[in-house]
């Protein structure tokens, strides 16, 4: 049988997530998360592929508004929902897919892709390359000390019911997005996601809680949400702090809240992830072997009108290069580029027939763009190549940024 791709009707929603959860393994997400993907789920960007009456593989996009160097928020589809179903892989149906989505993500403007990778193999053939990665860690709060900076003692710290400290938080969370690549602005019904705690979810963890950080005046500057997992052996308590969000728009907001996660009695060890990879807690703590830090990839990035989202970022400093790209599966970024940035950071990308001075593909421009990944690192692995002597380090200067790029939730 033929098989069919189309844009989904709203009525499908069910049927399609459906066949989303099988090809991730068939464990149902629980109700509370179904019901806010729904919720946020635009139909129009939905894509469905139909064997007869039954989906059998789903991609989708968000409209977003994401953070890059300089502090624009550049618009971007944000991928989502990408699945096969098992009896239908090894088709052409993922490729289908991604074709009919870039398409239409270049359609509406859009200069920018997103996504998070459940295999992050899969995505490099299509363009995405790794932009920013994710710091986890483990902290042994009986054998790790921080240092605070001044001023720390002088920031209250107040629980509060996680719903009803959501403007405050929000405010704080929209104030930082400038400040670093790769976040996302929050769009309307986003605000919600990281308050979704079904107890199905907690793994025998205490209710979501939140603390928020106060200066004198009452200005809300930082918060932290996180749960509590209570557990015992024969020596006594064993309880562990997971932390899900900490976000504080100073030092000493930073610092009070991490000395109160360390603090809370009966816990031994404090657990983050998807933390910045130049997160401030790496330099507070007194021993960062027995923080555990460890990385992982996080967004990945794929530049869809090549010249509009080059020209969207600023530059550390003026260079003068012509780059030439591959990009087989979108060939209309394909060639030659001469990218200049005045004394401002402010760049004008256009094609040239004039000789190439490197020469890589999208996808390694695409780690490169949001300035967390350096050219010369790309370059040492044989994946971006001079031509032009002295050529990589102007153009490695100009892209790399002063704050590692960072994805603070998934989508």
């Not at 589809?77 to 239409?104: F, K, N, Y």
């Not at 921080?146 to 959501?166: E, F, Q, W, Y």
């Not at 405010?171 to 769009?187: E, H, K």
């Not at 989202?309 to 600023?314: G, V, W």
């Amino acid at each position: 049988m033929t098989l069919e791709m189309r844009v989904i009707r709203a009525d499908e929603w069910d049927v399609w997530y459906d066949q989303l959860e099988l090809a991730f393994g068939g464990v149902p997400e629980a109700p509370e998360e179904r019901e806010l993907c729904k919720a946020l789920t635009d139909t129009d960007r939905s894509l469905g592929v139909w064997d007869g009456d039954t989906c059998v593989g789903s991609a989708g996009a968000f409209t977003f508004r994401l953070s890059v160097p300089g502090g624009a928020v550049v618009p971007a589809a944000g991928v989502t929902a990408v699945g096969v179903s098992p009896t239908h892989r090894r088709r052409g149906v993922l490729t289908s897919l991604m074709r009919r989505q870039l398409d239409d993500i270049r359609a509406g403007g859009e200069p920018l892709a997103v996504l998070t990778a459940s295999d992050p193999a899969i995505y490099g053939r299509f363009g995405y390359g790794t932009a920013a990665y994710a710091l986890a860690v483990e902290i042994d709060t009986t054998r790790v000390r921080l240092s605070v900076p001044p001023g720390t003692d002088g920031i209250r710290l107040r629980l509060v019911d996680p719903g009803r400290a959501l403007a405050d938080c929000e405010r704080v969370y929209a104030a930082l997005v400038a400040t670093r690549p790769g976040m996302l602005a929050r769009q309307p019904g986003w605000e919600g996601m990281p308050l979704v705690d079904p107890p199905s979810t907690r793994g025998n963890g205490s209710p979501l809680k939140c603390v928020v950080a106060e200066r004198e005046d009452g200005e809300v500057v930082g918060y932290a949400r996180y749960r509590v997992k209570a557990d015992w052996d024969q020596a006594g308590a064993e309880g562990k702090v997971e932390v899900s969000d900490l976000d504080a728009l100073d030092p000493a907001a930073s610092a009070a809240l991490w000395r109160y996660l360390f603090s809370i009695d009966l816990t031994w060890t404090v657990r983050a992830s998807r933390r910045p990879v130049d997160d401030p807690v790496l330099h507070l703590v007194s021993d960062i072997r027995r923080s555990r830090p460890r990385t992982r990839d996080s967004l990945h990035v794929r530049l869809v009108d090549l010249a509009a989202a080059l020209e969207a970022r600023t530059y550390g400093v003026p260079v003068d290069v012509v780059v030439a790209v591959a990009d087989a599966f979108c060939p209309w970024n394909e060639g030659r580029w001469r990218l200049v940035v005045d004394a401002k950071g402010v760049a004008r990308c256009t094609r040239t027939e004039e000789p190439a001075d490197l020469e890589l593909s999208v996808r390694e421009l695409g780690s490169a763009y949001l300035g967390g990944i350096t050219l010369t690192s790309l370059a040492a692995a044989g994946l971006v190549r001079e031509l032009r002597p002295g050529a990589l380090t102007e153009a490695s200067r100009a892209f790399a940024g002063d704050v590692a790029p960072w994805l603070p939730h998934g989508f």
